[in-house]
């Protein structure tokens, strides 16, 4: 049998196999409340042995886009219930990506009386989609001082104490796609002078803190972190080549020691090979990749021990039973991307499965 299909173990972090639904913002979250709509699209899609949710915001702020979910209220936690619930019934495992996205973000899609901050108050280039406007620069974001980096982290613990309240497997903290956490990274983004900014070790900062303390207070088998190294998403700026490198290396080597679950690693042909061997070598429990992967080349990774387990995002967006459909060698459904974003059921969980 292929790998895909087997059963996965290391440690303590067990699926019943080797493929993973990738996070993707899908924005049915009314009124960023979880929904039964939602608890629908995940159990559909609960052949994954894992499942990561789409980016979660951990705080008011954090909520950049239109209708996205959060999970930093009471309300939001008994929504989260159904989702969780729906795809255990079906022996997966989910873990609640937590996304604050920091300087992309526009004020209207914010609730009242909230406004978008960052490391530093660097406006990000391009525009975004907002429900009132339609499409918009982005907000200037505010620049946190030393009480609202605490604050920050103390959003991220607390938003983690929820996932498991609400019955999550575990949380992935979005290191990846220019949000904050690789906002803070970025030498060009994060212009602060304190201790989180500057050096490799003083930008890496905000990201070891956060998983520390949320591993201090649920477990670091119950942590994971995406990260995109020299991705240019979301008007993140190249830094230097070796510079970047290190970045990642170290900061896996510090999420090593603090015993993390997994890293989640959205793949480019812009990652040097030598950056994927240092994190291998610094880190030596689970790594996922994701990003243009295919079935084959899927179990190739697999295969040859490049990934521990392999993650597909829109096979899943458009095939509810990817895998039955890959099992079988069966075609896969289009995706209809002129739903991806739009409220209700269509391109949603109205996708055809076999039989």
């Not at 899908?26 to 949710?53: D, F, V, W």
């Not at 020299?230 to 230097?240: G, K, V």
């Not at 739009?342 to 391109?347: D, K, V």
Request: glycine content about 10%; hydrophobic content about 35%.
């Amino acid at each position: 049998m292929k790998k895909l299909f087997t059963p996965y173990k290391k440690g303590s972090f067990q699926l019943k196999n080797h493929v993973v639904m990738a996070p993707m913002t899908r924005s049915r979250a009314l009124n960023n409340l979880p929904n039964e709509l939602m608890a629908n699209y995940y159990k559909q899609r609960s052949g994954a042995g894992l499942i990561i949710t789409e980016g979660t915001s951990p705080s008011p702020e954090g909520l950049g886009y239109a209708r996205i979910p959060g999970i930093y209220s009471e309300a939001q936690v008994e929504g989260w219930k159904a989702v969780t619930k729906a795809v255990h019934e079906n022996g997966s495992r989910i873990f609640v990506q937590l996304m604050h996205t920091g300087r992309i973000a526009h004020v209207t899609n914010l609730p009242e009386g909230y406004y978008p901050v960052g490391l530093s108050d660097v406006k990000a280039a391009g525009e975004i989609f907002t429900d009132e406007a339609g499409m918009q620069e982005h907000s200037i974001p505010a620049a946190l001082d030393a009480k609202g980096i605490e604050h920050l982290i103390s959003d991220f613990v607390k938003a983690a104490e929820n996932a498991i309240k609400a019955g999550f497997d575990g949380v992935e903290l979005h290191g990846a796609n220019g949000y904050i956490l690789e906002q803070s990274l970025n030498p060009y983004v994060n212009t602060r002078t304190d201790i989180y900014g500057g050096s490799t070790e003083n930008r890496s900062r905000l990201i070891v803190e956060i998983a520390g303390k949320i591993a201090q207070k649920i477990g670091a088998e119950k942590v994971g972190l995406r990260i995109s190294p020299y991705s240019q998403l979301s008007d993140m700026p190249l830094y230097n080549g070796e510079e970047v490198h290190q970045t990642y290396a170290y900061l896996s080597s510090e999420l090593g020691k603090i015993g993390i679950a997994y890293i989640h690693i959205s793949d480019s042909p812009a990652i040097p090979e030598k950056t994927h061997k240092a994190i291998r070598n610094a880190f030596s429990n689970t790594l996922i990749y994701c990003n243009g992967l295919t079935p084959e080349t899927a179990e190739i990774k697999l295969q040859n021990g490049s990934a521990d387990l392999v993650a597909f995002g829109r096979s899943f967006l458009a095939n509810p039973d990817f895998m039955k459909r890959i099992e079988k060698n069966d075609p896969l459904n289009e995706v209809d991307y002129m739903t991806l974003y739009t409220p209700g059921e269509q391109g949603y969980i109205d996708y055809p499965v076999l039989g």
